[in-house]
Structures are given as structure tokens and as C-alpha cells.
């Protein structure tokens, strides 16, 4: 399954709900590179500097880090992807990728929610060091103030949460990853959802799949 949509419409949330429902991985290219880049390996320092902007990192080097992680065998019985494809390109390789190892694409989700609340969204959201989890100051806190209730770690705002960046992050991606609803379309299922929270647009993705 696919999970498409802008930044901020909760994509690596919903992700997560899906993930533990059907017991399969979750795979974020953006997780991997924030975790690469935490870590100082040398894909971090590659993409620290473009990440930071909201600038897409090069498809080679993405699709050579997605290729990677689907061959684990965790996979083997399929997976989710948050935040990738991101290009056409990308859409393409995928397309082989899976091919290569049998499987299709039983869905591609296309999460939408009007631009102004795209940004009140980021601007509230909180991400644990530690474990990746996302919080909402509004919709979903953490029981204790600035601390992951899964881990413990500690919760900050990420630097591509800042008003103008998220703007940037925006017109990209209605460059360069918003054509993907009509490369999925006919090609695909592809299901268009939206909802006040995470948690309604999870329910209603549960019920139509
Ligand atoms: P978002 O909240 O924008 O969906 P992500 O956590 O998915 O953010 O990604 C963070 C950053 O990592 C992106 O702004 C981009 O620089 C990089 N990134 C993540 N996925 C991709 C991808 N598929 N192609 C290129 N760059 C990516
Ligand atoms: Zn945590």
C-alpha cells in the first residue's frame, strides 16, 4: 500500500494505525533520513542540508534506500510506504521493485485536507527523538508535556516544521508529487479520504479496504 498526500495531512499517522491493524511494516524514506541524519552516517550529511530546506533528496539515492529496506524479510508479506513515491520517477521503480518480488499494489491512499489547515496542523505537530511517534498539541498530546508516552524520549519540532519551509514543502509537492494521483489513476486503486483527525480518516480507510 501506498500512502500519498501533502505534508502535514497526517500521512505517517495513519500510516502507523495501518501498520499495527494489518501487522505489517511501516516504511517512511523521510524517518530514514531523519534518523540518518541524527546519526551523522554519511547518507545524513548527504541530506541533511536538503531536508532541512523541504527539498526532495535525489531520486537515485532514494530509491536505492527503499529498494534496501523492502528486501528485508519483514516485507515478505507486503508493506506500507509513507512518503515515497514522491516522483513519477520513483512511481516507476517502485513499480519494478515490486515486480521483482511478486507483489502488487493493493492500494494507493491519496490523503487530502484544505492547505490552511495543512499548516495550523504542522505548526501544532511534535515528533519523539527517540521512536519517530508524531503527536498534535491539539488533537493528540502527549499525557506528559514534551515526553514520547511510547518511549519516554524526548519531543521537539522538526526544523522543516517552520511556517515558510512548510510553504516551500507545499508547492513542491503539488510540483512534483501531486501528479501521482493521475499516474495511479486506472492504474491502481487508488482511494481519495479525508477527515477531521487521523483517527476518522483511519476509520474510514479501515471500512472501505
Ligand atoms: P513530510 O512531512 O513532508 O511528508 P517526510 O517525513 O516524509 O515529510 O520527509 C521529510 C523529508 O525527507 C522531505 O522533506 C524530503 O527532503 C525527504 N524525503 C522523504 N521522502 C522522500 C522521497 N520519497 N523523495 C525525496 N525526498 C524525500
Ligand atoms: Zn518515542
Request: glycine share 10%; net charge positive.
Amino acid at each position: 500500500m501506498v500512502l500519498l498526500g501533502a505534508p502535514g495531512v497526517g500521512k505517517g499517522t495513519v500510516g502507523d494505525m495501518l501498520a499495527e491493524k494489518f501487522g505489517i511494516p511501516k516504511i517512511s524514506t523521510g524517518d530514514i533520513f531523519r534518523k540518518a541524519i541524527a546519526e551523522k552516517t554519511p547518507l545524513g550529511r548527504k541530506v541533511n542540508e536538503l531536508t532541512g530546506k523541504g527539498e526532495l533528496v535525489p531520486d537515485d539515492i532514494t530509491v536505492a534506500i527503499v529498494k534496501e529496506r523492502i528486501a528485508k524479510e519483514d516485507c515478505k508479506n507486503g508493506f506500507i510506504m509513507d512518503g515515497f513515491p514522491r516522483t513519477i520517477h520513483q512511481a516507476e521503480e517502485l513499480d519494478k521493485l515490486l515486480k521483482g518480488m511478486n507483489l502488487r499494489l493493493d492500494a494507493v491512499v491519496n490523503i487530502f485536507l484544505p492547505k490552511e489547515e495543512i499548516i495550523r496542523r504542522i505548526s501544532l505537530r511534535r515528533t519523539c527523538g527517540n521512536c519517530s511517534m508524531i503527536y498534535n498539541l491539539n488533537f493528540s498530546p502527549p499525557k506528559k508535556d514534551g515526553v514520547c508516552d511510547k518511549c519516554g524520549g524526548l519531543l521537539y519540532q522538526r526544523d522543516d516544521e517552520k511556517e515558510e519551509t512548510v510553504l516551500n514543502r507545499l508547492s513542491i509537492y503539488e510540483k512534483q508529487t501531486a501528479p501521482l494521483i493521475k499516474y495511479y489513476e486506472g492504474r491502481s486503486r487508488l482511494i481519495n479520504v479525508t477527515g477531521e483527525t487521523s483517527k476518522e480518516i483511519f476509520e474510514r480507510l479501515i471500512e472501505i479496504l
